[in-house]
């Protein structure tokens, strides 16, 4: 039973009941972040409860050392932590000298939570009633500003319902923070300093071993019957600040705070200037005023919906999902800053640890690409570029060498960062997700220049890899690929998994027709790369060796390809036959149960039909769909999205209507039972994904935008927007016509189920 708890809403989620068992996942589901840093929906009053403490800051991190039964040579040295960072949000409440802890109170009703999605903000309410009897109602409204990246607001307002009173507000810092994820129980922040002046207050604190120095920081104002209140000083440690205002407050009242807060950091400021850069950021902060800031958060929130909307008509349920997805994804990453990327977990939760997966490559990127301009998609690309040396570390660490450069599943710096064997060293599929993310940059935007500034030298890496990674198997007079996990990681340590090995065979091929364009068409470009890799004839003679005599296991019987040599060997119980009290298995059953076992986290082979749909007809896409859905669990996060696209490429509307439900409500309905750890941000590009490619069937082909469009029974029309190479197309699908519009001043064809339709700015043209 998946939960039902969330409202539906088209623009808002919603809780409108407090149910203490619920508070971890809704902390999840009320996040919000601004790209720069973000936070769970913790509450800023104290809380006896069950909760999951999160604040974070992008690209701020701790290396916690490795921790296994036994050490091989290869680990990494630590696993990358992201941090819960120091607490800015606290607002303790006294009520005659009763704290106010919902946890606690004797009474808790009108409880309301939304978060708009539409204007960027979330919202609590509630009416409660403390163990002493006094009554009060509150509204908490609270944002992570867009404009002003380092500054969140909060605003709580309190009205007494039943008796004068003396309240008192302490606002606070607090870096006495702890990690729930933690391998050793380390250390993770040393606070170097906390002061208070006025109405401000400042802790500066540094992450042991990283040094990232940051200033956490608060500045808050009350107000009364008109009048400001002055502050007192709080109580002050070595790790905690805070100010106290107190007032008598008469029944049918109201008392108001403003608080503001955040983090400078030392990625962007001198480690010197941090107080300063903070105070800098408050005197701008506080002239603008929480109204105004807010009416601007507003407005840039309607500048990304007015591009990044899907908007769905007859169905709100799969528009709430939509929305949802692509207001998380644009919380996470924003494109501003090359250095960053787009974590698993974003701002929501500890969980994987690292901020790069093979995620941001295989899903993420042609969300960015199609929704902002070209120079986002550019950022995380050269991300990529910017960690190659660390790639080649990486390899040489494993034994290769002569640049072969392996790409880190799990990352914050370029180093791998992850330390379960058959992820580190096996899943090395993630190479070739960031070759396919080089030609699907190309293909969209048709933009070539990253190629020969940066790609070129990123294949080659890639290319040493896999030409290093493959041995020929004097049995099969065929080169192998022996002991890796793809990206079903419900398969371990498995020989020629389908997947890595077409991979492998077209990144050898691209790389090589690459070297030949580069060549002819920039040979400045050529004569520099090939000067600084080294490479030699011989090694582009044995790729071609390579990519013309891979080995991929095939079934005679069933006429497809196997995910791996000796799948057939397994129990083949389809899903449906399995009792469902045994679901999920990754939570019911043993791991040496689930490796013998036939069942799919992901579909490998299918996932590879994905990428390289053009090398195949629909009917092995069907034939092979057929074979492997039925043992697929997705749980993986990344599952569903592929097969909605593939179901719609089918013509089987119903199913991958299911399949995009399942996709975009994957934590809202919270399928996977786990959402109190955080959301699951990269594989809501796939929700994107599922509506554009699967729906919309939106493709680039021959450097043409193509479509096919369908659309599900359960709407009655929906409509998008791509950013194709700076012309700004709108589709609008109903049941009963489909139209398209182009801004601009620009004629553009385009192909509409395979015929050829030219789009004229200031017109709907019907296809």
Same mark, same amino acid.
């Given at each position: 039973?998946?939960?039902?708890?969330?409202?539906?809403?088209?623009?808002?989620?919603?809780e409108?009941?407090?149910?203490?068992?619920?508070?971890?996942?809704?902390?999840?589901?009320?996040?919000?972040?601004?790209?720069?840093?973000?936070?769970?929906?913790?509450?800023?009053?104290?809380?006896?409860?069950?909760?999951?403490?999160?604040?974070?800051?992008?690209?701020?991190?701790?290396?916690?050392?490795?921790r296994?039964?036994?050490?091989?040579?290869?680990?990494?040295?630590?696993?990358?932590?992201?941090?819960?960072?120091?607490?800015?949000?606290?607002?303790?409440?006294?009520?005659? !000298?009763?704290?106010?802890?919902?946890? $606690?109170?004797?009474?808790?009703?009108?409880?309301?939570?939304?978060?708009?999605?539409?204007?960027?903000?979330?919202?609590?309410s509630?009416?409660?009633?403390?163990?002493?009897? %006094?009554?009060?109602?509150?509204?908490?409204?609270?944002?992570?500003?867009?404009?002003?990246?380092?500054?969140?607001?909060?605003?709580?307002?309190i009205?007494?319902?039943?008796?004068?009173?003396?309240i008192?507000?302490?606002?606070?810092?607090?870096?006495?923070?702890?990690?729930?994820?933690?391998?050793?129980d380390?250390?993770?922040?040393? $606070?170097?300093?906390?002061?208070?002046?006025?109405?401000?207050?400042?802790?500066?604190?540094?992450? *042991?071993?990283?040094?990232?120095a940051?200033?956490?920081?608060?500045?808050?104002?009350?107000?009364?019957?008109?009048?400001?209140?002055?502050?007192?000083?709080?109580?002050?440690? #070595?790790?905690?600040?805070?100010?106290?205002?107190?007032?008598?407050?008469?029944?049918?009242?109201?008392?108001?705070l403003?608080?503001?807060?955040? +983090?400078?950091?030392?990625? !962007?400021?001198?480690?010197?200037e941090?107080?300063?850069?903070?105070?800098n950021?408050?005197?701008?902060?506080?002239?603008?005023?929480?109204?105004?800031?807010?009416?601007?958060?507003?407005?840039?929130?309607?500048?990304?919906?007015?591009?990044?909307d899907?908007?769905?008509?007859?169905?709100?349920?799969?528009?709430? =999902?939509?929305?949802?997805?692509?207001?998380?994804?644009n919380?996470?990453?924003?494109?501003?800053?090359?250095?960053?990327?787009?974590?698993?977990?974003?701002f929501?939760?500890? /969980?994987?640890?690292?901020?790069?997966?093979?995620?941001?490559?295989?899903?993420?990127?042609?969300?960015?690409?199609?929704?902002?301009?070209?120079?986002?998609?550019?950022?995380?690309?050269? @991300?990529?570029?910017?960690?190659?040396?660390?790639a080649?570390?990486?390899a040489?660490?494993?034994?290769?060498?002569?640049?072969?450069?392996? +790409?880190?599943?799990?990352?914050?710096?370029?180093?791998?960062?992850?330390?379960?064997?058959?992820?580190?060293?096996e899943?090395?599929?993630?190479?070739?997700?960031?070759?396919?993310?080089? @030609?699907?940059?190309y293909?969209?935007?048709?933009?070539?220049?990253?190629?020969?500034?940066?790609?070129l030298?990123?294949?080659?890496?890639?290319?040493?890899?896999?030409?290093?990674?493959?041995?020929?198997?004097?049995?099969?007079?065929?080169?192998?690929?022996?002991?890796? $996990?793809?990206?079903?990681?419900?398969?371990? !340590?498995?020989?020629?998994?389908?997947?890595?090995?077409?991979?492998?065979?077209?990144?050898?091929? @691209?790389?090589?027709?690459?070297?030949?364009?580069v060549?002819?068409?920039?040979?400045?470009?050529?004569?520099? %790369?090939?000067?600084?890799?080294?490479?030699?004839?011989?090694?582009?003679?044995?790729?071609?060796?390579?990519?013309? !005599?891979?080995?991929?296991?095939?079934?005679?019987?069933?006429?497809?390809?196997?995910?791996?040599?000796?799948?057939?060997?397994?129990?083949? %119980?389809?899903?449906?036959?399995?009792?469902?009290?045994e679901?999920?298995?990754?939570?019911?059953?043993?791991?040496?149960?689930?490796?013998?076992?036939? @069942?799919?986290?992901?579909?490998?082979?299918?996932?590879?039909? +994905?990428?390289?749909?053009?090398?195949?007809t629909?009917?092995?896409?069907?034939?092979?769909?057929?074979?492997?859905?039925?043992? $697929?669990?997705?749980?993986?996060?990344?599952?569903?999205?592929?097969?909605?696209?593939?179901?719609?490429?089918?013509?089987? *509307?119903?199913?991958?209507?299911?399949f995009?439900?399942?996709?975009?409500?994957?934590?809202?309905?919270d399928?996977?039972?786990?959402?109190?750890?955080?959301?699951? %941000?990269?594989?809501?590009?796939?929700?994107? *994904?599922?509506i554009?490619?699967?729906? =919309?069937?939106?493709?680039v082909?021959?450097?043409?935008?193509?479509?096919?469009?369908?659309?599900?029974?359960?709407?009655?029309?929906?409509?998008?927007?791509?950013?194709?190479?700076?012309q700004?197309?709108?589709?609008?699908?109903?049941?009963? #016509?489909?139209?398209?519009?182009?801004?601009?001043d620009?004629?553009?064809?385009?192909?509409?189920?395979?015929?050829?339709?030219?789009?004229?700015?200031?017109?709907?043209? /019907?296809?």
């Open positions: 039973m998946n939960q039902d708890y969330i409202k539906v809403d088209p623009w808002s989620i919603i409108d009941n407090f149910d203490p068992e619920k508070v971890k996942s809704s902390e999840s589901l009320f996040s919000i972040g601004n790209g720069a840093m973000g936070q769970r929906a913790n509450f800023e009053e104290q809380y006896s409860g069950g909760t999951f403490q999160g604040s974070y800051i992008a690209g701020v991190y701790y290396p916690d050392k490795t296994v039964g036994w050490w091989k040579n290869g680990y990494p040295e630590y696993f990358a932590k992201v941090l819960n960072a120091p607490n800015w949000i606290g607002i303790d409440v006294f009520v005659d !000298n009763e704290p106010l802890d919902l946890n $606690t109170c004797t009474k808790v009703s009108n409880f309301k939570r939304e978060l708009n999605m539409k204007e960027g903000w979330y919202q609590r509630f009416v409660a009633t403390l163990p002493n009897g %006094i009554e009060l109602s509150a509204t908490i409204t609270r944002f992570l500003s867009l404009d002003l990246d380092e500054v969140g607001a909060i605003k709580m307002e009205e007494l319902l039943n008796s004068d009173v003396k008192r507000l302490v606002p606070y810092l607090d870096s006495g923070i702890t990690n729930e994820d933690t391998n050793w380390d250390k993770f922040w040393n $606070t170097t300093a906390v002061q208070q002046e006025g109405n401000s207050a400042f802790i500066e604190a540094h992450t *042991m071993k990283t040094n990232f940051t200033c956490t920081y608060m500045h808050a104002d009350v107000e009364y019957l008109g009048n400001a209140l002055k502050p007192k000083s709080g109580k002050q440690t #070595e790790t905690y600040v805070s100010l106290e205002f107190e007032t008598q407050l008469a029944k049918g009242s109201k008392i108001s403003v608080k503001f807060g955040g +983090y400078t950091v030392s990625r !962007n400021h001198q480690e010197s941090l107080v300063n850069a903070a105070k950021v408050l005197k701008q902060t506080t002239e603008i005023g929480f109204d105004h800031l807010l009416q601007k958060q507003k407005d840039t929130w309607a500048k990304i919906w007015e591009m990044s899907i908007a769905i008509a007859g169905d709100v349920k799969a528009q709430q =999902g939509i929305r949802f997805n692509i207001f998380q994804l919380q996470t990453y924003l494109g501003k800053d090359s250095r960053l990327n787009i974590g698993p977990k974003g929501t939760g500890e /969980k994987y640890g690292g901020s790069t997966y093979w995620d941001t490559e295989a899903y993420c990127l042609p969300f960015y690409m199609a929704t902002k301009n070209q120079e986002v998609a550019w950022n995380l690309l050269e @991300y990529r570029y910017n960690h190659l040396e660390k080649i570390e990486n040489e660490k494993l034994g290769f060498s002569n640049g072969a450069a392996l +790409y880190p599943m799990v990352t914050m710096n370029g180093e791998e960062c992850h330390n379960e064997w058959e992820i580190t060293f899943e090395i599929h993630r190479n070739g997700a960031i070759a396919f993310a080089i @030609y699907n940059y293909r969209f935007t048709g933009d070539y220049s990253y190629i020969p500034k940066m790609g030298e990123v294949l080659i890496g890639i290319a040493r890899f896999w030409n290093q990674r493959v041995n020929y198997s004097e049995d099969k007079n065929k080169y192998v690929m022996l002991g890796v $996990t793809g990206p079903n990681e419900y398969e371990n !340590n498995v020989n020629n998994n389908w997947y890595t090995n077409y991979m492998t065979k077209w990144c050898l091929e @691209y790389t090589s027709e690459q070297l030949n364009v060549k002819e068409k920039y040979p400045e470009d050529y004569k520099r %790369i090939w000067s600084k890799t080294k490479l030699t004839e011989s090694e582009t003679d044995e790729w071609s060796k390579i990519m013309g !005599n891979m080995y991929f296991p095939y079934a005679e019987k069933q006429g497809v390809y196997l995910q791996q040599d000796g799948f057939l060997d397994k129990v083949l %119980i389809k899903v449906n036959d399995l009792d469902k009290s679901r999920p298995i990754n939570q019911k059953w043993s791991w040496d149960r689930i490796l013998r076992s036939p @069942y799919i986290k992901q579909a490998d082979v299918l996932q590879g039909f +994905y990428f390289f749909e053009n090398d195949f629909i009917e092995e896409l069907e034939k092979h769909f057929d074979f492997y859905e039925p043992f $697929t669990v997705h749980e993986s996060s990344l599952s569903p999205c592929v097969h909605s696209i593939q179901a719609a490429m089918l013509g089987r *509307m119903e199913q991958a209507y299911t995009y439900l399942r996709t975009s409500r994957l934590d809202l309905d399928y996977n039972k786990e959402v109190e750890e955080g959301l699951h %941000i990269t594989s809501m590009a796939g929700t994107w *994904m599922s554009v490619e699967g729906f =919309g069937g939106m493709r082909k021959n450097d043409q935008l193509c479509f096919t469009p369908q659309i599900p029974k359960q709407w009655e029309s929906y409509s998008f927007k791509i950013n194709f190479r700076n700004i197309v709108t589709i609008t699908v109903s049941g009963q #016509e489909v139209n398209f519009e182009i801004s601009g620009k004629e553009l064809t385009i192909q509409v189920n395979n015929k050829p339709v030219t789009l004229i700015p200031g017109k709907i043209v /019907k296809a």
